[in-house]
């Protein structure tokens, strides 16, 4: 069975600093997805950035960006130029590259951004 | 946009009462999900859908059962309430494999 590891339960930033959230997984497929979800504070989850483990180059999504170490099982977030807005919860999610859709989440960080 | 929606966002219900959760996507997804979250626990599967009167148990569908009549709608049934299913419970949908789940907004239940 996968896992996924977030060990920062919680972190805060200044406003307009960058900060990276941590995240390791174990698992013995070769081929899968790593999503970041985002959950701000009484709203809806949404996805943020998701990458291919086949794919070499980190992806990227405006300020977001990640740090895939496939060899350590890493997938690390980094949040550049921070807003009040990134204020959120942040869930870690792994999808094994073949048969259902279920998704194995982490237990989250709490990210919050001092303005 | 996609939009899921969830019939409630707050529910207080008694111990032994039977609580339906309705979500709706209008997207024409496949795939159907429930899932419910603990501080500290992430987001646990309890149940997932693929296709219309399709189900499979996620990790944690003790206590639980679902619906899936209509392809836009999958609810989550929880026949005979406890405390400990007071809990937020999310519902998601996805179309394409590995493309990622839309979320709806959650509901928040207290068994009481």
């Known amino acids: 069975a996968q896992t996924v590891t977030q060990s920062q339960p919680e972190m805060s930033v200044q406003e307009a600093e960058t900060v990276t959230l941590s995240c390791t997984y174990d698992t013995s497929e070769n081929n899968y997805y790593l999503f970041w979800y985002k959950q701000p504070p009484s709203r809806q989850m949404i996805l943020v950035i998701r990458q291919e483990a086949y794919k070499q180059q980190n992806a990227t999504e405006n300020r977001f960006s990640v740090n895939f170490q496939k060899a350590a099982k890493s997938f690390s977030l980094k949040i550049s130029d921070s807003q009040l807005g990134d204020t959120a919860m942040y869930f870690c999610a792994f999808l094994r590259g073949f048969g259902n859709e279920k998704l194995t989440f982490g237990t989250g960080t709490r990210l919050t951004i001092i303005p | 946009d996609v939009k899921v929606t969830q019939s409630s966002r707050y529910l207080v219900k008694r111990t032994g009462e039977k609580v339906f959760l309705e979500c709706v996507q209008d997207m024409d997804h496949e795939n159907m999900f429930w899932y419910r979250q603990d501080p500290g626990l992430g987001l646990r599967l309890i149940y997932f859908?693929?296709?219309?009167?399709?189900?499979e148990k996620g990790d944690i569908p003790e206590g639980y059962s679902v619906s899936r009549e209509k392809k836009e709608r999958f609810s989550l049934i929880l026949e005979s309430a406890s405390t400990n299913q007071t809990s937020m419970y999310l519902c998601?949908?996805?179309?394409?494999f590995g493309q990622g789940q839309y979320f709806g907004p959650g509901t928040r239940l207290l068994v009481l």
């Open positions: 859908s693929y296709d219309v009167k399709m189900k």
């Open positions: 998601a949908s996805s179309l394409d």
